[in-house]
């Protein structure tokens, strides 16, 4: 079963008077423990078509289904990290991740001890007790993401989770994503407008065009797993970049 489908999707904002169509008829699927990308030009609807997902925004027209279920526009219990994760700066780094337990109904303790067993795993050990501005750019998307990975749910929602970072902390955090990935065996939904953040981590990618968004591409990814850096020489991801690229300048032209 997919976890996952949009089916169909138009969807709009409406700011007073005006009205501003962002997708126009958006069909994607999540399989189970599938990690699948959308990539797509600045202000194309790809931060929309995560909020749907999440229920945090009703489409015009269109159903999506987590798990076979119309949500219907309300709120899901999905790891959702937003485009602007932003961790309250007045909360340790512990206390920040533990957020989701405690909505969840953990007391304050069981929740800082689950926090704490999963830091290293994060590569954040000794810093429990750190507030973000003590923490760097890597170390504070780290957290949000340890965050996100606290919501017990099977559907992971990333907005470009990378985007702000140097290259070479972005490629560590990539790795160890997929390293996340495979251990919990969820299903992902990353956005990014980076083309070689797509084929490096995902299965399977969709190329969104510009707004009004429509899907222009659906691309397997059939490289091996685990991803290795060195892949990103290999003639196969020329290959997918080439094809990626074309389907975005297409778009441009
Ligand atoms: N809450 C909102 N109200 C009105 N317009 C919005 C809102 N959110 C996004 N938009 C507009 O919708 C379009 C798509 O936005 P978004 O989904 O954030 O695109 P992307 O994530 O691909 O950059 C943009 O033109 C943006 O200005
Ligand atoms: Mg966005």
């Given at each position: 079963m997919k976890r996952l489908i949009l089916q169909d999707i138009h969807s709009s904002y409406y700011t007073g008077s005006q009205v501003l169509p962002v997708l126009d008829g958006v069909s994607l699927?999540?399989?189970?423990?599938?990690?699948?990308?959308?990539?797509?030009?600045?202000?194309?609807?790809?931060?929309?078509?995560?909020?749907?997902?999440?229920?945090?925004?009703?489409?015009?027209?269109?159903?999506?289904?987590?798990?076979?279920?119309e949500i219907g526009g309300h709120p899901q219990l999905v790891s959702f990290m937003p485009q602007q994760d932003l961790l309250f700066p007045w909360k340790t780094l512990q206390d920040n991740a533990a957020l989701p337990l405690l909505a969840a109904g953990?007391?304050?303790?069981?929740?800082?001890?689950?926090?704490?067993?999963?830091?290293?795993?994060?590569?954040?050990?000794?810093?429990?007790?750190?507030?973000?501005?003590?923490?760097?750019?890597?170390?504070?998307?780290?957290?949000?993401l340890l965050r996100t990975i606290m919501v017990e749910s099977n559907l992971m929602?990333?907005?470009?989770?990378?985007?702000?970072?140097?290259?070479?902390?972005?490629?560590?955090?990539?790795?160890w994503l997929l390293k996340i990935w495979s251990r919990y065996q969820r299903s992902v939904l990353l956005v990014t407008h980076s083309i070689d953040e797509a084929i490096y981590l995902a299965d399977r990618i969709y190329v969104i065009s510009e707004r009004p968004g429509r899907i222009r591409l659906e691309q397997r990814i059939d490289l091996e797993r685990p991803r290795r850096r060195s892949l990103v020489t290999t003639p196969e991801f020329s290959l997918y970049k080439k094809i990626l690229i074309e389907a975005l300048e297409t778009e441009r032209a």
């Amino acid at each position: 079963m997919k976890r996952l489908i949009l089916q169909d999707i138009h969807s709009s904002y409406y700011t007073g008077s005006q009205v501003l169509p962002v997708l126009d008829g958006v069909s994607l699927q999540v399989g189970a423990g599938e990690f699948v990308s959308v990539l797509g030009p600045s202000g194309s609807g790809k931060s929309t078509i995560l909020k749907l997902a999440a229920g945090l925004l009703k489409p015009d027209r269109g159903q999506v289904l987590i798990d076979g279920e119309e949500i219907g526009g309300h709120p899901q219990l999905v790891s959702f990290m937003p485009q602007q994760d932003l961790l309250f700066p007045w909360k340790t780094l512990q206390d920040n991740a533990a957020l989701p337990l405690l909505a969840a109904g953990l007391s304050h303790r069981a929740a800082r001890n689950r926090v704490k067993e999963l830091l290293p795993v994060f590569g954040l050990e000794g810093f429990a007790g750190y507030y973000p501005h003590q923490l760097s750019g890597g170390m504070r998307q780290r957290a949000a993401l340890l965050r996100t990975i606290m919501v017990e749910s099977n559907l992971m929602l990333l907005d470009e989770p990378f985007a702000a970072l140097d290259a070479l902390t972005r490629e560590s955090l990539q790795d160890w994503l997929l390293k996340i990935w495979s251990r919990y065996q969820r299903s992902v939904l990353l956005v990014t407008h980076s083309i070689d953040e797509a084929i490096y981590l995902a299965d399977r990618i969709y190329v969104i065009s510009e707004r009004p968004g429509r899907i222009r591409l659906e691309q397997r990814i059939d490289l091996e797993r685990p991803r290795r850096r060195s892949l990103v020489t290999t003639p196969e991801f020329s290959l997918y970049k080439k094809i990626l690229i074309e389907a975005l300048e297409t778009e441009r032209a």
